[in-house]
Nanobody, 115 residues
Framework: QVQLVESGGGLVQAGGSLRLSCAAS????????MGWYRQAPGKQRELVAR???????TYADSVKGRFTISGDNAENTLYLQMNSLKPEDTAVYYC?????????WGQGTQVTVST
């Protein structure tokens, strides 16, 4: 069973930056894509960014131009560079991996952006 472990969350002032990491416990067979989702209190979980096995990327409109998703296949690690953070980016951020057979989730890391 693959485990995804997020790190890098924390408290930052508006306009600041954070870099989230998601480490997979092992290489994921049949991987199709990996991504970051977030869930703010009282709201549904939403896609933030996704990268396919072919390295094509998708971003939520709200983060385009500010966030960058990338991966290191050799280290089985996914990253999310978040710049120009806004208070509305405050949420728990979850790592996700989709394979041909299973959909994996991490436990989440809290990101709080203060005014």
């Amino acid at each position: 069973q693959v485990q995804l472990v997020e790190s890098g969350g924390g408290l930052v002032q508006a306009g600041g930056s954070l870099r989230l990491s998601c480490a997979a416990s092992k290489s994921i067979s049949g991987i199709k894509s990996m991504g970051w989702y977030r869930q703010a209190p009282g709201k549904q979980r939403e896609l933030v960014a996704r990268i396919s096995s072919g390295d094509s990327t998708t971003y939520a409109d709200s983060v385009k131009g500010r966030f960058t998703i990338s991966g290191d296949n050799a280290e089985n690690t996914l990253y999310l560079q978040m710049n120009s953070l806004k208070p509305e980016d405050t949420a728990v951020y979850y790592c996700n991996a989709v394979s041909r057979w299973y959909n994996y989730w991490g436990q989440g890391t809290q990101v709080t952006v203060s005014t």
